[in-house]
Structure formats: C-alpha cells, structure tokens
C-alpha cells in the first residue's frame, strides 16, 4: 500500500511537472522578473522617459531579448516601431524658494516640490498671486482670474478641477498645460499648482507627463509645490490653503487674491517637439494555416517619467514590472516549446504615461484587419499590490471568465472587481472592438509615480502569479481555446 501511493505521488509530481513544461510555465519565476525589473527600473536607464537615452537604452535591452529568443521582429525597422512624441530633458539647476517679510525658505526637489514634466525654462523672483482653480470660463460664469491683475506674477493654482459643476456642465479637461496657458494668457510668468488639500489623501508631489493638449509655453516654469509651502505663500492673508478651498467650493466663487509674498524660481528645460521613440514589437508565427493569420497581442507600457535634475522616478512597478512580464512570457513560449496555432504579438509601447501615444500608434498602423486580432492582454503595475484584478471583464465576458477558471484551479488570487472600456493601454483597442483584458495588482498605486516606486517595494510572490495567470490566458487564446466574443460597450 505504501509503495502504490509513493508511485502515484511520483506519478502525481511528474505530471505536474510536464504539464508545466507543456504550456512554458516553469520558465516564469519571480528571480528572473525581478532581475530585469531591477535592471529597467535602475539609474542607468534614467526612469524611461521616451525621447531619452534612458528610453532608447531600455528600448535596446528589449530587442536584444526578443532577438536572444529568436521572435520575429514586427517592428519598421528591426523590433523598433518608430513614432515621434514631446519630450522635455530637466537639468540642474533648479530652485523653489518662498519670500515672506525678507525671509527666505529654500525648498527642496523631490520633498517640497517636483515639476512638472512639461516645465518651460526661465529664471526670476516675482510676487505670488492666489488664482483658486486657475479657470477661466466666462461661458460657464465662473473665472479665477476676473478682476485680479496677475501681469508679471506667479500664480498659485489647484492642479485639479473642482468636484461640482457651474451651470451643470463639465469644466472640461484643465489639464496642466492648458491651467499653464491661461495664465500665461492673463500675463503670469510662471505658475504653482497644488493639490487639493480638503481631499481625504491629498495628491502627493508625483513626476507626471500627462499634460494635455496646447503649444508648450517654453519660457513658463510650472512646479507642484507643497501644501506647507502654499501655507507659507498664504501666510500675510490670514487664510489657510484648506480654507482657501472651503471657501471656494461653498460659495462656488473664486477667491483670488494678492499674497504680499514672493517666490523665487529657476528651471532648465530642454524641449523637443518631435523626438523620436519607439515601440519594441517581436512576434511568434502561429502553426494552425488558418488560425495563423489571427493575432494574440500581450503588451505592456515600456516608458516612465523620467527624471527631473537628478530627482529619479524609478517606475519598478509602473511598469518595469509590466516590462518584464511581457520578455518573460515571450521567453516561457519559446523555451516551453509552445507552437501556437494563432501568431503571438509581443510589443512594448512608448508613451503610455504622455497619453497611450505608443499604443495608439500601434493600434493605427496595423493593416491586417482589427477583426484579426482575437484578444489584446495588458500588463500594468503587476508587481507590488495583495492580490490579483483582471479588468475589462464587462467589456470581454468571455476571455474573462477564461482568466478567472485558470485562477480558482491554479492561483486562487483573482479578485471579482472588474470593469469595462478598456483601460490604459487596452482602450485604443477596445475602442477599435477587440476584446481586451487588462492585468493588473489590488492596491498597486501606493508608490505611484514617486521615487519611491522600487524594486525593493515590490510583491514577489503575487507578481509571479500575476504572469503566470496572464500568460496561461493567453496560451489558451493562443492556442484557439477561445472564440473571438463581440464586446460588451
């Protein structure tokens, strides 16, 4: 009796472990993807930011991975897609100071401000003007700067909209640039913006490039400073930051104001209009002759931030940790020995972090036929987190519950919570009707955008569930386990 159930059990393992082998499993394991998110999320590839060295050097790594593997590159040239983005190269020096009665504060990069990815460039110390939400919207009988002469001022702005609405309708997007513009507009030579500080978690000082539509003002210093910092600046008046909002929001009138206060600001910035980047795309030819000529797309958002004079936004888990799962699945397909029956496209893209640019790109390029792509997988911050989400399953029913049977045999981390319309680099897909799941970690975005988004933050054990998941859903499209669904809108 004891030798039968010691041959079973060796039985037992020994198909456990060619079952692995079957689908490439064993090739995915949490040192590997650690190793390469160390790598990409180091100084030496300076937080990834397209446009860069940093980028071009981490773009370089990856082709030489799909190469090593021997994939196909899919790209214009090689494994490189080419597509030309705004960049913004921030050097040293940089200074923020405050100015109350002949006192002067000096700030520090990184803890008391960061600036903004799109910074212009300029140099001088000027008098503060508070201009609440930085609109101006006479159509919607509101404007901060109605009344209020900021000609030659800095002015200090909510970087955020207000929750409620004037006339009931949207302000519209007010990203940075365009907040930067109107003031610009009204005569300020420079503007801080500042989270709202009546939030239940105030935004925290974060690198962002999202900055929206517009010419770039060169010459316009922006800089996300402090709410202590802002206090300081408010410091003559007798308001605080928070009752500036208070007040604001309650009356749902502006309360823009001279502050008798000064601010001195130094900022280098180097821009470029059309700076050449890249998607990384390699691909695996499926075996099935008619299946072959369907597509299996398993993406992640290569870029980050950057750096802002020296300041390092790392991005290990956004999304060096997405990175690295894509080269190693792409590496289980190849040492697994797997011969799909649909063609497997592995890409990169640049530009998530400036607007999904290099996904968008990507999707408005392809030339075989959108209904040829059976399924889209995305990976985005998988690396630091608790537990598992699958997005986009309102949208794509079918390849979600495909997911979510693999998770309750084998991983049992899946969460329920999902959601529709795509999601970061999955919406130009699902805007053009392919179904798209969208892997990502519960409780992701702790570090996000911050410096403090390293490797060491990261979730090992979860993160190497988390691609094997997405990597044995995948197989099973790849493999015609799967019929293309009609989305759900």
Known sequence: MKKTLIVYLVLLISFFINAQNATGLSEINKEDLIKNVRLLSSADFDG???????????????ADQFYE??????GDEQYFQYLNVEYNKIDTPVVFKTIVDG??????????????????????????????????????????YDGINVKNKIVMVFKQNPKWKNDDKDWGTNYPREKSIVAKNHGAKGILFLSLPNDEKPQPLIGSVMHGEGEQPIDFPQLHISLDAANTLLSKTGFSISDCQTKIDEKKKPLSMNLTTKAQIEVNANYEKNARTMNVVAMIEGKD?????????????????????????????????????????????VKGGIEPKRSVIFVLFASEEQGLFGAKHF??????????????????????????????GKSAPKLWEIANQIDETSFNSMVD???????????????????CLYFV?????DH????????STLNPTLYEKVVRLAHLTALEVANGNYEREEIVK
């Open 48 to 62: 990834r930011l397209p446009g860069s060295e940093g980028y071009n050097k981490a773009a370089q790594f990856a």
């Open 69 to 74: 593997l021997g994939l196909w590159s899919a």
């Open 103 to 144: 006192k002067t504060v000096d700030y520090r990069l990184g803890k008391d401000f960061v600036l903004r990815g799109f910074t212009g460039s300029n140099s001088f110390t000027l008098p503060v003007v508070f201009c609440g939400y930085g609109i101006s919207r006479p159509d919607l009988h509101y404007d901060d």
């Open 289 to 333: 002759e008619k299946l072959k000529e369907e597509y299996v797309i398993i993406g992640a958002h290569l870029d980050h931030v950057g750096s802002q004079a020296g300041l390092l936004f790392p991005g290990a888990n956004d999304n060096a940790s997405g990175s690295a799962a894509v080269l190693e699945i792409a590496e289980a397909f």
């Open 363 to 392: 999707v408005n390029s392809w030339k075989k036929g959108y209904d040829k792509i059976a399924a889209m997988i995305n990976l985005d911050c998988v690396g630091y987190g608790d537990s598992i989400q699958v997005g986009n």
């Open 417 to 435: 919570r999902t959601w529709s319309g795509g999601g970061a680099d999955a919406t130009p897909f699902h805007e053009k009707d392919i179904p």
């Open 441 to 445: 970690t519960t409780n992701s975005y």
């Open 448 to 455: 996000l955008h911050l410096p403090t988004d390293e490797v």
